[in-house]
């Protein structure tokens, strides 16, 4: 994606381009394949769905076949998480690999322990208290206008309501799990569709999210790096650190 004029243009395949993503079925092939995807372009050459579509199948409304529609069909599947987890921009991991990005970015840490050891910031930490998640992080799941007021973030309250809610996605401890209308006093759906969040726990269950633990942080590093190169060859691997938020072998810095 370019912003060229006050005008974003999308990046994209041709029609023809065998490797081109028509539905979303054909993304969520993709991804489970792979493991994690991006949705935009974002300068590692091929790692992307914004790269294996036509730039004018999106925003058409079309539930099958515009990428911006996808994400909402898939952040509620079953085998995939979509949040920000790349570089602070949105995309998709496979249940499968979650653990492994889970423990890299966490450093081993459940929130709760990373809060006790002081290494989470406290409107991190305001955040994850309105999920009320119980010893297992399963917690609840809410919209993002109910977060930031529940958390204290609204008017007059604590600032970088969307930054702090960001960090924790790329932390992984939290994940957008549906897009939803509000709805009125009638229990009518109104305005635009807005992000519901919870932990991966919530989705997955504890067991399973942290199941990478066990594994070094440096060594998750390692593998997902790995698996990137396998799966992009031609992509420069500088470019492609910084797509995976990989600045370093382990998640010890704030929102890293």
Same mark, same amino acid.
């Given at each position: 994606? &370019?912003?060229?004029?006050?005008?974003?243009?999308? #990046?994209?395949?041709?029609?023809?381009?065998? /490797?081109?993503?028509?539905?979303?079925?054909?993304? #969520?092939?993709? $991804?489970?394949?792979? @493991?994690?995807?991006?949705?935009?372009?974002?300068? +590692?050459?091929?790692?992307?769905?914004e790269?294996r579509?036509?730039?004018?199948?999106?925003? !058409?409304?079309?539930?099958?076949?515009?990428?911006?529609?996808? *994400?909402?069909?898939?952040? %509620?599947?079953? &085998?995939?998480?979509? %949040?920000?987890f790349?570089?602070? #921009?949105?995309?998709?991991?496979?249940? &499968?690999?979650?653990?492994?990005?889970?423990?890299?970015?966490?450093? %081993?840490?459940?929130?709760?322990?990373?809060?006790?050891?002081?290494? +989470?910031?406290?409107? =991190?930490?305001? $955040?994850?208290d309105?999920?009320?998640?119980?010893?297992?992080?399963?917690?609840?799941?809410?919209?993002?206008?109910?977060?930031?007021? !529940?958390? @204290?973030?609204?008017?007059?309250?604590?600032?970088?309501?969307?930054?702090?809610?960001?960090?924790? =996605?790329?932390? /992984?401890?939290?994940i957008?799990?549906?897009? *939803?209308?509000?709805?009125? #006093?009638?229990?009518?759906?109104?305005?635009w569709? $807005?992000?519901?969040?919870e932990?991966?726990?919530?989705?997955? @269950?504890?067991?399973?999210?942290a %199941?990478?633990? *066990?594994?070094?942080?440096?060594?998750?590093? &390692?593998?997902?790096?790995?698996?990137?190169?396998?799966?992009f060859?031609? +992509?420069?691997?500088?470019?492609?650190?910084?797509?995976?938020?990989?600045?370093?072998?382990?998640?010890?810095a704030?929102?890293?």
């Amino acid at each position: 994606m &370019e912003f060229i004029n006050g005008e974003f243009f999308m #990046k994209g395949c041709g029609p023809d381009d065998p /490797c081109r993503l028509k539905t979303a079925a054909d993304a #969520k092939e993709l $991804i489970l394949k792979v @493991g994690f995807l991006p949705l935009f372009e974002n300068g +590692a050459a091929g790692f992307s769905a914004e790269e294996r579509v036509t730039a004018s199948s999106w925003w !058409t409304d079309d539930p099958e076949t515009d990428p911006w529609s996808w *994400r909402v069909i898939l952040a %509620g599947d079953p &085998e995939i998480a979509y %949040g920000k987890f790349f570089d602070k #921009k949105a995309g998709f991991i496979s249940r &499968e690999w979650f653990p492994v990005f889970a423990n890299y970015r966490r450093d %081993g840490y459940d929130f709760d322990a990373l809060w006790e050891d002081g290494l +989470a910031p406290y409107r =991190q930490k305001k $955040i994850m208290d309105v999920f009320l998640p119980d010893e297992q992080m399963a917690g609840i799941e809410l919209l993002s206008p109910d977060i930031k007021e !529940t958390a @204290g973030f609204g008017r007059g309250g604590e600032k970088n309501f969307e930054g702090v809610l960001t960090e924790l =996605q790329m932390r /992984c401890y939290l994940i957008m799990s549906d897009f *939803r209308q509000r709805r009125n #006093k009638k229990g009518e759906p109104y305005g635009w569709h $807005i992000a519901a969040f919870e932990t991966p726990e919530t989705k997955w @269950g504890y067991a399973h999210v942290a %199941g990478g633990y *066990r594994e070094d942080p440096e060594a998750s590093f &390692e593998r997902i790096l790995s698996r990137a190169r396998a799966h992009f060859p031609e +992509a420069d691997e500088a470019k492609l650190k910084k797509a995976l938020g990989m600045k370093r072998p382990a998640g010890r810095a704030s929102g890293a």
